[in-house]
């Protein structure tokens, strides 16, 4: 069973960010944060992960907080593109992805 | 550097025949992770490989389906005698290692059992 839990479904508008949530209150130390995106039924897509300090690249920032019980994928300027279904995923070492139901995010024009 | 590489896309079999699908994972990636998506549904994992060495099938149905990581090669999941249930798509990922490290996927096949 996923260990995380993530709203069905957000919105954003084209052009603002997009601020996807996700609750992982049992992760443990040794467990990393993914998060992934799969759009329509193409090949899930690795965005960003981490372990405790916040991260950033090209597509997006990850802010994990003090206690790593959560966790925000930013999308800073969403185009339409971005409609996909979003994947947080806690995972230790040694183990695989283990995908739950995600988040569905519409971008509207 | 060529991405994870899957085939066929598409792949119809009818009811009783052997599926094989092959799994290319991507250079220096000695890891390999097999996914199925049923229509409508999300992505369960199936089968943990590495290099010849199967480490988790935990998500692998117990009859019908196995798959390898061959020392030269790709990965190959096999389906035997194939049922209707069985039509979905068909994910594979690879990646460098386990810790602190991405996986990517493949674009998937899709299989059509009629």
């Known amino acids: 069973d996923a260990k995380t839990t993530q709203p069905p479904s957000m919105d954003c508008a084209e052009g603002r960010a997009a601020n996807l949530p996700c609750n992982h209150s049992t992760i443990s130390g040794n467990e990393y944060v993914y998060w992934y995106r799969q759009i329509h039924s193409q090949g899930p897509q690795y965005i960003i992960h981490?372990?405790?300090n916040n991260e950033t690249n090209e597509m997006a920032s990850l802010i994990i907080t003090e206690d790593r019980k959560s966790s925000t994928l930013i999308l800073p300027h969403a185009t339409l593109r971005d409609t996909a279904v979003y994947y947080c995923?806690?995972?230790?070492?040694?183990?695989?992805?283990?995908f739950g139901k995600g988040t569905s995010l519409l971008v509207t024009p | 550097n060529a991405g994870v590489m899957q085939n066929p896309r598409h792949l119809v079999r009818r009811r009783g025949q052997e599926a094989r699908l092959r799994c290319s994972p991507m250079k220096g990636h000695s890891h390999v992770y097999w996914y199925r998506q049923l229509p409508e549904e999300g992505l369960k994992f199936m089968v943990y490989?590495?290099?010849?060495?199967?480490?988790?099938e935990s998500g692998m149905p117990k009859e019908r389906f196995s798959a390898e990581f061959p020392k030269e090669g790709p990965s190959i999941l096999r389906i035997q005698q194939v049922v209707r249930g069985d039509s979905a798509a068909y994910f594979c990922a690879s990646s460098k290692g386990t810790e602190n490290t991405e996986a990517f996927f493949g674009q998937g096949t899709r299989l059509t059992v009629v």
């Open positions: 995923i806690v995972k230790d070492s040694g183990y695989a992805l283990n």
């Open positions: 981490g372990l405790k």
């Open positions: 490989l590495q290099k010849e060495n199967i480490i988790d």
